[in-house]
Nanobody, 133 residues
């Protein structure tokens, strides 16, 4: 059984930092890209937006424009874990953050254009991030 388990969410003031972790099990980690998507409070599934993706095989990364320069995604293949370091957090970063697994191209395309593009095979349960002013 494939599992993606997120952790690291919490309450932080604007301008602060958090590091999210996603531990994957039940899959061949090197064969997948791991991505982060988020859903702001009160938004339906259509409001889920991409944040970042990383290829576990070669480390290629993708970021959406709104987080470039503030968020950094990284992977520790020995631990089957992907991290999302979030700095200079803003109120608009408040959301449930979900870890997903799929092909890198699918992850990046979904992050850029929306979930309707498909190709994301597995999802975690999410971790909440709340940024206060």
């Amino acid at each position: 059984e494939v599992q993606l388990v997120e952790s690291g969410g919490g309450l932080v003031q604007a301008g602060g930092s958090l590091r999210l972790s996603c531990v994957a099990s039940g899959l061949s980690f090197d064969d997948y890209a791991i991505g982060w998507f988020r859903q702001a409070p009160g938004k339906e599934r259509e409001g889920v937006e991409g944040v970042s993706c990383i290829s576990s095989s070669d480390g290629t990364t993708y970021y959406v424009d709104s987080v470039k320069g503030r968020f950094t995604i990284s992977s520790d293949n020995a631990k089957n874990t992907v991290y999302l370091q979030m700095n200079n957090l803003k109120r608009e970063d408040t959301a449930a953050y979900y870890c997903v697994a799929g092909a890198f191209t699918a992850c990046a395309r979904a992050a850029a254009t929306g979930l309707s593009s498909g190709g994301l095979d597995y999802w975690g349960e999410g971790t909440l991030v709340f940024v206060s002013s």
